[in-house]
């Protein structure tokens, strides 16, 4: 094989690599320390009180070990009651009334003993059933009201109920009422369709999903037999939910179960573990079963657990950190590297808890590159690159930082980036409107106007558009709903777009928060006049409830309906609530999203899904730069200069033994693809031969196209979005076999790595030395020096071709460019 084939085989694995992924995890040897010794056993609740027939509750049992740690032993203790005919328990710590009276719960693991009090109370009191109550939470659990099923918009063979029972008595109508009341048979109960068919004694899409002899079964039966009642209108209804424990670290492989206690609006609280619905953010850290029993993974990190029940939905939090290594010569002691500031103390003691040890930091090139990339989404010049790494200054990388915020491509890049957000759409708004609002975005961020009064000026604004370009927003986005979700998803980064036709899934988001936030926008219209149109906000008739037809006031997320509607335009108040630093997401969001940018992932991750039950991977970190956001000003600069200043955004991106695993904590730099417009500039940018875009004069570069509709196959290649949503999944990121051929293959590439006034041509003329070419290519795609094993093989290259050092010199920029060191900010 020729050197060139050599050379060119070699690049040829590494593009595919590059593309199809940036890293490879690697197993790491871990020391098996078995189960520790456990010094006490405790049981939890310590006082049962069971009232009612059919009640029920869920012990948890814990092992404390010598050093203070807890071990859940739920699923290996053994339970035995002292009197069955009060209390009956079974294998899995589950208990259940049965007679009224007192007794013991005799509980036994790990060589230890405990016990617990129960109290039984009206077991055999006649059950008053209650459809919302005690019904729907039976449908909920065994997923017959969930989307794939008879939840979804047109039901599931005939029969359709609300979806996650968000409207009960549409849920009894459909059950006692439709298909002339065939589904229940009050005579006869274990005949009724309901049952035959949720049991498995007739043909069911959905299988069996209720045994016969189940507390299940046996509800729904009950119920049926007391004639279907609806239930007391009034009956108290679920408040809040409480998960125990509310966190646990666990070791790999670990189990830990959950128990879930509702709230109810009278203050009684009932134990609804069999029924809650339970869901990870995070299935390869941490598992969990349809009964509440969470498993870790063998990564190390964090989890949450989300139990749901009738609305109310709370969070289990676990830590698994990383076992200690068995690897020579790797520092077992985490956070070793010095602090700069606020942000490396708390990534310290997340990473202390996780048994995590920080990479080192990343040297001078990587850094430039870095920083260039995240600031300007350009690469640096080779002369910028040369006068970076030659300055000895200790503080050079904060000069830079600074240097690169005033540069115009900043304001370019970033405000590519909000354009995306705020939906500069010349489909929709026409080419003036659409470049004017554009303008208004780029212009606010190259004067680096703090963000409370953008945001202000966005919510607010009114007159004629040519004077209040950002009312173009409510030209794109033309329908208050959308507005509120679109702005409530930016802004806060909050999600409550499905709450318009049920209550979150996943949050405590209802159809009147929705409402609420909708009747801020229903106010805004247009209208002619002399200067062109106008933006108003006008008189409207009231917001109504879809389900209830009540009236719904504007009103901010998290606060109750009020009693009459704010006076004037009520967009104001918004903005007012909006922008405060008692908003208990507006700098949080922000933060986290500039946070995402510069480190590869967001502290919530998505950034535009915060919810209880998506919780920060770093909670103190995200008040601590939420707070020192406020205290600045909202200056976004000031912002970008602190994250880009602290040790953490300045990490090596290669990993250690013990941090392979870690993507999520910031113990080291993420691999991060370049987006489509910044990668297109590079590669013009690289080889010199600018890009001529349809429409749009010479000399534009891609991240400088605000209209994302501009023809381009290499831009629609690399996931540049549409700006058909606020969701920022719409730009992807995700590599694809495309991408590798793409890279690999295309004429419009080679044609500009071979074109005859191009930089490689330039660059080959210029410098006969092949050293010093060798060193301009790599200071030119890289940002860097070549090594000397680098330098050794590619002058030599370039020695064996010299016949045809053009081509040699093209061969050998091609295959840098098919690396992960060039697709991928590192």
Partial sequence: MTSSQSLKTVRLCAAASAIVAASVAVHCEVADAGRPAIAELTASPRDIRLDGPQ???????????????????????????????????????????VGDGKTIIEIAAGGKTATVIVNVTNARRPRRYHFENDIVPIFSRFGCNSGGCHGKAEGQNGFKLSVFGFDPAADWKALVSESRGRRLNPAAPDRSLLLTKISGRVPHGGGVRIGRGSAEYRTLRGWIAAGMPLGDPNAPRVVSLKVSPSERQLAMKASQQLRVVATYSHGRQVDVTAHAKFQTNNDTRAKVDEFGLVTAGESPGEAAIMAAYMGAVDVFRTFIPQPTLKTPGVSKTPGVLSVRNFIDRHVDAKLAKLNIASSGLS?????????????????????EARTFLGDERKD???????????????????ALKWADLLRVDRQALGHKAAYEYYKWLRDSIAGNKRYDRFVSELLTAEGP???????????????????AS?????????????????????????????????????????KKSPRGEMLTAKPQAATKHPRTQAVVFAHPLGTTNPKTSPAGDRRKLLAKWMTSPRNPWFAKNLVNRVWAHLLGRG?????????????PSNPELLDALAKDFIAGGYDVHQLIRRITDSRTYQLSSHSNPGNQRDEQNHSRQLFKRLEAEVLLDAVCQVTGVPEKFDGVPAGYRAIQLWDSHVPHEFLKLFGRPVRASACECERSAAPSVSQVLHVLNSP?????????????ARLVARHADDGKLVDELYLTIYSRFPTKAERSATTKYLREHKANRRRAGEDVAWSMMNTVEFLFRR
């Fill in 486 to 526: 679109t702005l409530s998803q930016v802004l806060l980064g909050v999600r409550i777009e499905c709450a318009q036709c049920h209550h979150h899934p996943f949050d405590r988001w209802s159809q009147t928060d929705y409402f609420g936030m909708q009747a801020y926008f229903t106010q805004v219209g247009f």
């Fill in 465 to 483: 558009l040519r004077d209040a370009p950002a009312g173009y927003f409510y030209k794109v986005v033309p329908k208050p709903g959308d507005r």
């Fill in 748 to 760: 419009h590439l080679h044609g500009k790595l071979s074109h005859a006034g191009g930089r490689i």
């Fill in 396 to 414: 050079k990388r904060r000069r830079l930082v600074d240097a690169l915020l005033k540069r115009p491509e900043f304001a370019d890049y970033w």
């Fill in 603 to 615: 502290i919530v991750e998505p950034v535009d899904d915060v919810r209880s039950t998506n919780p």
């Fill in 363 to 383: 040297d001078d090139a990587t850094f430039l590159r870095r920083a260039y990339l995240d600031l300007i989404g350009t690469l640096p010049t080779s002369a």
């Fill in 55 to 97: 009640s029920r509750a869920t012990l948890l049992v814990d092992g404390r070990t010598g050093d203070g740690r807890f071990i859940d032993l739920t699923r290996s203790a053994t339970f035995r009651s002292r009197d069955p005919k009060i209390a009956a328990v079974s294998g899995n710590g589950i208990v259940r009334g």
